[in-house]
């Protein structure tokens, strides 16, 4: 008896529908730039820029002669068209805050790779892909909410520099999964 079941999550930090919204993905070799900021300023003026990014997961699984198999794609996006900033404020310096957001949902992405890699490939791997996903996400969220309170959204460059050397550290370590 063969099972097959598709289940796609595509979520963004605002949920965004990915059929109606472009992306742009992560790549080591490619930085962000003004220019890929779409969006419209919102929100209270002492915030300059704000970064859209979130994690793409589709997976499909299916039981052959008692064998479950897996497939999945992992993948960090960023939303031009929900991204937004301030021509007249901002600079280098923030355009910088603005990828480290982008680069912790990358972060979190080679880490749900790694953790799906790792899931037994049981009966239950609906029930355990869905909580392994769930865990990640709400950690990214937690991640990025410490990024912006600690840097004080970029104003504490202390605090700053050190999130950025602890991202770059990360990325490294879960190189593995990019």
């Known amino acids: 008896m063969k099972a ?11 949920f965004s529908s990915e059929s109606d919204e472009k992306k742009i993905a992560w790549n080591e070799n490619s930085k962000l730039s003004w220019s890929d900021f779409k969006g419209t300023p ?5 915030y300059v820029a704000s ?11 299916g039981e052959r002669n008692g064998k479950i ?30 990828q480290a957001h982008f680069d912790i949902s990358e972060l979190f992405a080679r880490k749900l790779r790694k953790k799906v890699e790792a899931i037994p490939l049981t009966k239950n791997i609906k029930k355990e892909i869905d909580a392994v996903y769930s865990a990640n996400e709400k950690e990214r969220q937690d991640i990025q909410h410490a990024f912006d309170k600690e840097s004080v959204h ?3 460059e202390e605090g700053e520099l050190k999130w950025q ?14």
């Open 165 to 178: 050397r602890f991202i770059a550290a990360q990325l490294k370590k879960y190189e593995r999964w990019k």
């Open 69 to 98: 198999n897996l497939e999945y794609t992992i993948q960090s996006n960023f939303y031009p068209n929900l991204s937004w900033y301030r021509p007249e404020i901002v600079n280098d310096y923030i355009l910088r805050h603005e």
């Open 51 to 61: 970064t859209n990014s979130g994690i793409s997961f589709s997976y499909s699984y």
């Open 42 to 46: 919102s929100g209270s003026r002492e």
């Open 154 to 156: 970029s104003r504490n």
């Open 4 to 14: 097959f079941l598709f289940v796609s999550i595509f979520l963004a930090s605002l």
